[in-house]
């Protein structure tokens, strides 16, 4: 019972660090990037043979944002975007769009 009660408060804690994110400000894009969709094939074993699953996995668009955080230093991170904002972003413009 005892290894329970520790193992809660571990993923609990895992949990709440994992959340926390910096807050940034003046965030521009810096970079846009494509990924193709593609299929993987999955091996299962059942005893005697190998068979294959199929897996999709579809197009992705990203962006990468650079801003400055807190203690004014830079930094970047890359976000996954739909295909409609990835078309219509420019590299350089400020983010989020702002809405006018």
């Known amino acids: 019972m005892k290894i329970y009660k520790l193992l809660i408060i571990l993923l609990l804690s895992i ?8 807050e940034l ?3 521009k894009v810096i970079n846009k990037s494509y990924q193709n969709s593609y299929v993987t094939l999955i091996p299962i074993y ?5 068979y294959y699953i199929p897996q ?3 197009e992705q668009f990203y962006l990468t944002i650079e801003g400055q955080n807190n203690k004014d230093k830079t930094k970047h991170y890359t976000e996954t975007v739909p295909e409609t904002t990835w078309n ?12 006018k």
Not at 15 to 22: D, G, R
Not at 46 to 50: D, E, R
Not at 90 to 96: L, N, V
């Open 15 to 22: 949990c709440l660090f994992t959340s926390c994110q910096e």
């Open 25 to 27: 400000h003046d965030c």
């Open 46 to 50: 059942n005893g005697k043979s190998f």
């Open 56 to 58: 999709y996995h579809p």
């Open 88 to 99: 219509n972003i420019k590299i350089g413009q400020p983010w989020p769009i702002e809405e």
